[in-house]
Antibody
Framework: QVQLQESGPGLVTPSQTLSLTCTVS??????????WSWIRQLPGEGLEWIGY???????SYNTSLKSRLSMSVDTSKNQFSMTLRSVTAADTAVYYC??????????????WGQGTLVTVSS | ETVLTQSPGTLSLSPGDRATLSCRAS???????LAWYQQKFGQAPRLLIY???NRATGIPDRFSGSGSGTDFTLTITRLEPEDFAVYYC??????????FGGGTRVEIK
């Protein structure tokens, strides 16, 4: 069973950069047919897809975040990461990493990390 | 961008009841790539249904999904105490990629 674990600072200063890493265990990030994704949940709100990346480095981003967002993958460490620049209090959320299974034209998130709360505050 | 609207916002039911949750898309969902998730307080979401009607591994058969095009339904027959949670639908399309509905809370009446 694949497991995902987020890591990164729990507190980020406004206007600075939020960086998170997801470590994948129990399976290889090189596996074809899977994308590696970030999702966030603002306090008391629903889920927002941030973006995903393939092991080759090809990425797709939510258009609302695209200008501030970048993702990368490190296959040697079985990790993928996200960087969100110029953060504000509106970026305070629980951030989840998850695996996207792409099969038969279906794209769905079949494995999730436990989530990490990131607070943007001075 | 495909917008998903879930209804009702809250469903108040008793254990043993049948729950019917709706997810309506602003345009036809590509290839019926529609999934449902369950989220309990303080936990990550859990995949229940993918491809509109396929149960994920380990999901009890009291959970079922149906629908196509723009209208989809998640049905829970005979609610168990552990089923009271928030449910989200999610779709994929080649332009906006992944989007989620706003969620339906199933609460104990």
């Amino acid at each position: 069973q694949v497991q995902l674990q987020e890591s990164g600072p729990g507190l980020v200063t406004p206007s600075q950069t939020l960086s998170l890493t997801c470590t994948v265990s129990g399976g290889s990030i090189n596996s074809g047919g899977y994308y590696w994704s970030w999702i966030r949940q603002l306090p008391g709100e629903g889920l927002e897809w941030i973006g995903y990346i393939y092991y080759t480095g090809s990425a797709s981003y939510n258009t609302s975040l695209k200008s501030r967002l970048s993702m990368s993958v490190d296959t040697s460490k079985n990790q993928f990461s996200m960087t969100l620049r110029s953060v504000t209090a509106a970026d305070t959320a629980v951030y989840y990493c998850a695996r996207v299974r792409a099969t038969r034209g279906y794209y769905h998130l079949d494995n999730w990390g436990q989530g990490t709360l990131v607070t943007v505050s001075s | 961008e495909t917008v998903l609207t879930q209804s009702p916002g809250t469903l108040s039911l008793s254990p043993g009841d049948r729950a019917t949750l709706s997810c309506r898309a602003s345009q036809s969902v590509s290839g019926n790539s529609l999934a449902w998730y369950q989220q309990k307080f303080g936990q990550a979401p859990r995949l229940l249904i993918y491809g509109a009607s396929n149960r994920a591994t380990g999901i009890p058969d009291r959970f079922s999904g149906s629908g196509s095009g723009t209208d989809f339904t998640l049905t829970i027959t005979r609610l168990e105490p552990e089923d009271f949670a928030v449910y989200y639908c999610q779709q994929y399309d080649p332009s906006s990629r992944l989007t989620f509905g706003g969620g339906t809370r199933v609460e104990i009446k």
